[in-house]
């Protein structure tokens, strides 16, 4: 049975995560996935994955051409990561600052609490709502569980 969501639709976002390999090696991913857990955001899509390099320059294409790009694709394709869709009101720009900022990331954001590097940087999240549609279809397609927050009245007003 549909029910009607409290939340207004338009208020709802969907953006792409992912804990990149350093995240996955360093035993971080229950760790980074818990920050947006106890936010209120939920999870609706998560698949871990070794991602083939095409798909990493698609998704990096904006860079393509940078001084840092070859050694970002290497580090994205060295390992496994987990790529994840969480939704919730203002979910891109308020888990962006949950990530915390490309370079030094200021100390309690994930990035900040948890690495050093800007190349070993620990998750990547999408900037802007173009961004998270193409993001979401590159690496889900239309695969997600959109499924009732049962705890949406304690979340939202
Ligand atoms: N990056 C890097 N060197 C740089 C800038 C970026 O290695 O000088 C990497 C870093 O892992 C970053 C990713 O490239 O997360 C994408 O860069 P972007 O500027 O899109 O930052 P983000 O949106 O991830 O904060």
Redesign the pocket.
Known sequence: IARTSQLHASLTQTTFIAVKPDGVNRRLVGKIIQRFEEKGFQLVAMKMIQPPRELVEEH?AE?KGKG?YN??VD?LCGGPVVAMQWKGKGVIARSRAMMGA??DAAPGTIRGDFSIE??R?LV?GS?CAEAAEREIKLWFGEDKINYEDACEKWIYE
């Open positions: 990096y860079h840092f050694g970002l580090y490309t370079k800007v190349g940087n990547h900037d």
